[in-house]
C-alpha cells in the first residue's frame, strides 16, 4: 500500500485514527502514539510518519490585531498602538522601544513594497512576536548597506535586535514576524487589559 493510499484510508472521516483520537485530551501523547502504533497491525510502513502535537489557544487579551492604512503615516499609528498595547500588557520600557522599531521597519516596508490591505498582530506568550501582513507576494531579504546609503538596513537592524525573524507565505500574500524574549516574564496572575481595537 503506497503511503499516499495508507494517508488516504487512515485520515478519512470514518478511518480508525479519528476514532482513537476522540476523547485523547486527558491522554499522555507517549500513551497516545502506542495506542495509535498498536492499531494499525503489520510491517512498518517507512515512509509513513505520523506527527501528534497538543496545542492550546491562547487567551484573545494577549492578542491584537489592527488594521493599517496604506499611507506613509502607517508606521507612526503602527508605533503608537504597539506603545499603548505594550505598555498595558505590562512589558518593560526596553523590549517595548525595540518592538516600536521593529514593527516600524515592518509597516515601511509594507508600505514601500507591500499590497494593501495592512495588518499589524502583536501576540503575548512566553516571547512577544510581532506580525505586518500584506497582500504581496514578494519575499523580503537583508540588504547589507554600504556606509553612505540613506535606506536599507531596516531587515538588518531586526535581525540584530530580534532572537528570530522571518515570512511565511499564503494565498493572500505574505506575513512578515520577530520574535523577542521578554526581559522579565508577567507574573502568572498578571491582569491583562483589553486592547484598542
Not at 491522554?27 to 498498536?38: E, H, Q, W
Not at 503608537?80 to 523590549?95: K, P, Y
Not at 525595540?98 to 499589524?120: C, D, H, K, M, W
Request: aromatic share 4%; with cysteine; hydrophobic share 40%.
Amino acid at each position: 500500500m503506497g503511503t499516499a493510499t495508507l494517508a488516504h484510508e487512515v485520515l478519512a472521516p470514518s478511518g480508525p485514527l479519528h476514532s482513537l483520537l476522540d476523547g485523547a485530551g486527558s491522554r499522555s501523547l507517549p500513551k497516545l502514539c502506542d495506542t495509535i502504533a498498536s492499531a494499525f497491525p503489520g510491517p512498518p510502513h517507512e515512509e509513513s510518519l505520523l506527527l501528534l502535537a497538543r496545542t492550546k489557544a491562547l487567551p484573545a487579551d494577549h492578542v491584537l490585531t489592527r488594521s493599517l492604512p496604506h499611507h506613509p503615516r502607517a508606521a507612526s499609528i503602527a508605533r503608537a498602538v504597539v506603545r499603548h498595547q505594550l505598555h498595558l500588557w505590562g512589558v518593560e520600557e526596553d523590549t517595548a522601544s525595540t518592538t516600536e522599531l521593529i514593527v516600524s521597519e515592518f509597516v515601511g516596508n509594507a508600505i514601500r513594497y507591500g499590497v494593501p490591505p495592512l495588518q499589524l498582530r502583536l501576540i503575548l506568550e512566553q516571547k512577544l512576536t510581532c506580525e505586518v501582513t500584506d497582500a504581496a507576494s514578494s519575499a523580503p531579504h537583508v540588504k547589507h548597506a554600504r556606509t553612505v546609503d540613506e535606506s536599507g538596513r531596516g531587515l538588518f537592524i531586526i535581525s540584530a535586535l530580534a532572537n528570530q525573524w522571518g515570512a511565511r507565505f499564503h494565498a493572500q500574500g505574505k506575513t512578515v514576524w520577530a520574535e523577542q524574549s521578554m526581559a522579565r516574564p508577567l507574573p502568572q496572575d498578571a491582569s491583562i487589559t483589553p486592547s484598542l481595537k
